[in-house]
């Protein structure tokens, strides 16, 4: 019992002491994430992103970060309470985060919301996509000079078009080198489950993909499967090179810096504006990176070249003519596909054998 | 060396009143000596997890709005398991009763009719309970354990939610995201007050309690039940039936499952979406025990375990806190609870190894 009063008492005693931890002068910022915060991924792409806004403001700026929360009624409460303890800037760093986000932002005009990989806006509410179909693009490129059997493996996550788009732009890639190269699709319907990944993986691998894709996977699952069954695999938004000494094909790389500083820049003049922002290559938020030594000088070279195109906005990706998995045309040589028809795709062009779940 | 447990005879009421108090006094002091471990505020740890929860309204409404579902699932499951049958799906129920009432609005997506929510409670319910009802049958038919029936329909009913989002019921203006449209306002229960999540559902939960407590306690239904479960050949010989007692407490638990899966999607997610329980089938689970199975008891159980994850959650907020760390706390408080639990009503009985020719219990 005397135990237990003086425990009450104690934490009677921390609620007075530790009341009050929002500073008026520093820019509270919160950051919630979906998956545990590891050495590479997703998660670690958003904690660098928001330290680049700490590296700018140094002591203005708190960062509180938030890992490893699921989407539904609890995420709604967590990020209640991020606002209600003074975060006035908040990251909320997956797709499930939408519809309760979007509710806080309207109650709380005044702070700002960056929403990843929604499609919903509001004032103050701005989702952001990284074009990850552009660095994809020129991935295929590489992976059509490797590939032996000409099949490609692709793990991935859920059938939301920024992940649509992006197997696609890698099926373009690699087919505008080799046309005859086919690519297979396995959804797993999770951001974040190494077990299945590494099971579709080695499925894919069975199937005779020789070349794996990890798309949007927060694990190094499928990369260490492709290390271990000698196929070549590359994956997004961070580097695992470390993961496949040998088999590293590279990394498309996000780097949410730019995009993050230039927010809270606007945030803090005032002057900010919720908009969709959909950012790639020319926004230097999509990297290449981490080529590996396997692919010959000839293809970088053409690589190289493509991507200062891309850049210039001399081609793009969804150049005409495009084709769907039913063979349909879907766009003539000459024509552009829209943006809004990339942001909301829901096809697969030809050459992905697998259908989309629908 | 051996260990036995004997039941007590006498057990002291007052320890029992006390069992609580020493189990949190204990869990905290252990998770104490973790959080200085890993260099985290101590006192603004226990703080978040049991003050804060009660430091504004909003918050205290939060807790309410976790104590419903638990309140609701972790009775019924606290009839089935006086009654020993073992249903730990009811997390797949729940799933299965947020399906059929979210068919609804789903389909009739314009309607603002006043029946949209008692059709979809009516629905919720009978969902829950045809998904228990397929257990209750092997059970009953073949003599299939209920315990790896119910959690095996808990994974089918996980996969069915996952086809229906991918496929026929994903929202067609939702870019391909797994999930229905929102629903509209007349298919969700209205908030008890102006900006809180908290609604009008939390009267389901209370009223079915106070049914469950007059049928346990006052109705010889309740007392055939409980027969039923402790002595089938004795149930059978005075005529009660165990298989009607199988029937019942499945039924019952996937009419409360259903419910509360009908109220979370009806409720604070306001759609379908791939998470719509937040794990209260299981959390339920701990709940019914927590209450030693006693409809009064299982309010409290619910209520502290509510409080115990709202706490959590401001935890990991404004603690730092890791999310496993608050895990690991709240398991820490619920092994602490059982053990005291355990130990005032056992007596632990050293039994060594037979040196002469009998043994003697040391006192």
């Known amino acids: 019992m005397n135990v237990l009063s003086k425990t009450l008492a104690a934490v009677a005693v921390s609620g007075l002491l530790f009341h009050s931890t929002v500073n008026a002068d520093t820019l509270e910022i919160g950051l919630l994430t979906p998956s545990p915060i590891a050495d590479v991924g997703w998660s670690k792409a958003l904690v ?5 806004v700490k590296a700018k403001y140094g002591d203005k700026v708190n960062i509180n970060i938030i890992e490893n929360i699921q989407e539904g009624p609890d995420a709604d409460r967590i990020m209640n309470k991020m606002v209600g303890d003074g975060n006035e800037f908040l990251v909320l ?11 806080l932002a309207k109650r709380n005009a005044k702070r700002t919301f960056l929403h990843a990989s929604g499609y919903k806006t509001a004032k103050n509410f701005s989702p952001f996509t990284a074009k990850y179909y552009e660095g994809a693009y020129l991935m295929g490129m590489a992976a059509a000079e490797l590939t032996k059997t000409k099949k490609l493996g692709v793990v991935s996550a859920f059938a939301i078009p920024e992940l649509i788009s992006t197997i696609n732009g890698f099926t373009l890639g690699a087919r505008s080198i080799d046309p005859e190269i086919t690519v297979d699709v396995i959804w797993i319907n999770s951001w974040f489950d190494p077990a299945k990944a590494q099971d579709s993986a080695k499925a894919l691998l069975a199937g005779g993909a020789d070349i794996l894709f990890s798309n949007a996977q927060d694990t190094p699952s499928v990369v260490t499967v492709g290390e271990e069954g000698g196929a070549y695999v590359f994956n997004l938004n961070g580097s695992m090179k470390e993961y496949a000494p040998t088999k590293y094909l590279g990394v498309v790389k996000t780097d949410w810096a730019p995009f993050f500083v230039a927010s809270v820049d606007a945030h803090l003049a005032g002057n900010f504006e919720g908009k969709n922002e959909w950012l790639g290559m020319q926004d ?7 080529w590996n030594a396997d692919i010959s000088a000839e293809m970088m070279a053409k690589i190289e070249a493509k991507r200062a195109e891309i850049v210039s906005a001399a081609v793009h990706v969804y150049d005409g003519p495009l084709i769907n998995q039913e063979g349909k ?13 990339i942001l909301g795709m829901d096809w697969h062009v030809e050459g992905v054998n697998s259908p989309l779940p629908k | 060396m051996q260990f036995k447990l004997d039941r007590r005879v006498h057990y002291s009421k007052r320890m029992l009143i006390a069992t609580p108090v020493i189990a949190i006094a204990l869990a905290v002091l252990v998770s104490s000596v973790l959080l200085v471990l890993l260099q985290k505020p101590v006192l603004l740890t226990f703080h978040s997890f049991f003050i804060a929860p009660f430091e504004n309204f909003y918050s205290i409404t939060e807790i309410f709005l976790k104590f419903g579902p638990l309140l609701l699932i972790a009775q019924a499951l606290a009839v089935g398991f006086r009654a020993k049958v073992w249903n730990i799906g009811a997390e797949g129920q729940m799933i299965i009763g947020a399906i059929t009432a979210s068919a609804v609005p789903v389909y009739l997506v314009d309607s603002t009719s006043a029946l949209l929510l008692p059709a979809m409670l009516i629905l919720g319910a009978l969902g829950g309970m045809g998904w228990a009802a397929i257990a209750a049958y092997l059970k009953t038919r073949f003599n299939a354990n209920e315990i790896l029936v119910t959690l095996m329909l808990s994974s089918i009913a996980l996969q069915i939610l996952y086809y229906l989002l991918l496929g026929p019921w994903k929202d067609p ?11 509209q306002d007349e298919a969700l229960f209205p908030a008890l007050f102006e900006g809180v999540r908290l609604n009008t559902s939390i009267f389901i939960p209370i009223i079915f309690t106070i049914g469950i407590w007059l049928f346990m306690e006052k109705h010889f239904g309740g007392f055939k039940l409980v027969v039923g ?11 009660f039936s165990s298989k009607k007692a199988v029937w019942s407490s499945l039924l019952l638990a996937g009419f409360a499952a259903g419910i509360a899966g009908m109220s979370e999607i009806a409720g604070p997610i306001g759609q379908l979406q791939r998470s719509v329980t937040s794990g209260y089938g299981y959390s339920a689970i701990i709940v019914a025990y927590l209450g030693a199975l006693n409809p009064i008891g299982i309010i409290f159980a619910a209520f502290f375990l509510a409080v115990l994850q709202i706490g959590g959650d401001v935890a990991l907020v404004s603690a730092d806190l890791p999310i496993s760390a608050v895990h690991v706390f709240q398991g820490l408080l619920l092994i602490f609870y059982l053990a005291t639990y355990t130990f005032v009503n056992y007596r632990l009985r050293i039994i060594r190894p037979l040196t002469h020719s009998n043994t003697k219990p040391t006192p």
């Open chain 1, 329 to 341: 045309e879907v766009i003539p040589a000459g024509e552009r596909l829209e943006d809004g028809a």
């Open chain 2, 173 to 183: 203006m939702g870019f391909n995201f797994p999930q229905t449209v929102m629903f």
């Open chain 1, 284 to 290: 230097d938020v999509v990297v290449v990176d981490d």
């Open chain 1, 93 to 103: 760093g997956s797709f499930g985060f939408m519809n309760g986000g979007l509710k």
């Open chain 1, 48 to 52: 660098d992103g928001v330290d680049a």
């Open chain 2, 229 to 239: 479960g402790l002595a089938p050949n004795a149930a059978t010989y005075a005529g």
